[in-house]
């Protein structure tokens, strides 16, 4: 019996095949899970984490324990620079972005009556700022190109195709 945490390889599986995916909060969870799904489709995927650098290179050898190619990146999604720096090492090492996958996100469980503006805003900026910010460096390439996906889960819960 096959794992479930088995990163396919058929040629039914391997759809993204030469397409390069990055995905934000992609250490655990969710991000996790749609790392390696890309990767069973045959995309190369930047495993994005804020602080959880090990749990991604954990991701990248899965991924790469099937032939396929990953890289691990460590940015923080509340600095533009880093996010700069992130989409260009991960163009760098594995190609331009054709899918975008915002996936960093934070949850609080504090009510709307207590919660302070500072925490608002931060959360603002972590789910909503951070997709955008995002999609503003990886879509200009996917419009050059006339290809790409950007899959803000947390923004717009919506696929959008580029062309």
Known sequence: ME?????GSSSAE??????VALVTGGSRGIGRATCLALAAKG??????????????????????????QGLAIEANVLDPRAIKRSVEQAA???????????NA????????????DEDW??????????????????IPSMKERRWGTDYQCLFTGGLHRVE
């Open 3 to 7: 794992s479930s945490n088995r990163v």
């Open 105 to 116: 996100g934070e949850m609080t469980d504090v009510s709307v009556v207590d919660m302070k």
């Open 43 to 68: 995309a190369s995927v930047a495993v994005l984490c804020r602080c959880r650098i090990k749990e991604a290179n954990e991701v990248v050898e899965q991924i790469q324990s099937t032939a396929g």
């Open 14 to 19: 391997r759809g993204l095949t030469g397409r």
């Open 121 to 138: 805003e931060q959360a603002l900026a972590i789910n909503l700022t951070s997709s955008f910010r995002y999609a503003r460096e990886c």
């Open 92 to 102: 760098a090492k594995l190609g331009k972005i054709d899918i975008l996958v915002s």
